[in-house]
């Protein structure tokens, strides 16, 4: 429960939907959100009823997250070089999802790279400047 609301706190402020993701409904329209941690990822339900079935099939509600968090935060993605390989991005640019962040990446060979990095990769998002070559981890 702890370690639950440390990822909640961390990934409130980048939640991309005021929908739940399961049913559809507003947030709220149903009393206070059920604020959940599935698979490391904070996600929010518009009631309880939704609980089972984000449980029952956490891959595709999260799929759905992903997709809400690419298209939320692309337009003011603030870096302009992978954060592993310092490359520049292009319009052929790796789009993954980390902790409700969207990461872009130069190539699918940096993806595995992320786990290990991912408090100097959301410094990098936070101040948007990649570090000398990024996390020099390609």
């Known amino acids: 429960a702890k370690i639950d609301k440390m990822v909640i706190a961390q990934q409130k402020d980048f939640y991309p939907v005021e929908t739940c993701v399961v049913g559809g409904s507003k947030l709220g329209s149903m009393g206070d959100p059920i604020e959940m941690v599935v698979n490391n990822r904070h996600v929010r339900l518009c ?18 997250l992903d997709k809400a968090v690419i298209k939320a ?10 954060p592993i390989s310092g490359e520049a991005l292009n319009a052929k640019a790796l789009n993954i999802v980390v902790g409700n962040r969207l990461v872009k990446l130069c190539c ?3 993806e595995a790279k992320v786990k290990n990095n991912v408090s100097k990769i959301f410094a990098m998002l ?13």
């Open 47 to 64: 009631c309880a009823g939704c609980k089972d079935k984000l449980v029952a099939d956490p891959v595709a509600f999260i799929a759905k």
């Open 73 to 82: 935060q692309t337009k003011d993605y603030n870096l302009t070089q992978c």
């Open 108 to 110: 699918a060979g940096c």
């Open 126 to 138: 936070d101040s948007g400047k990649v570090t000398a070559e990024g996390s020099g981890e390609k």
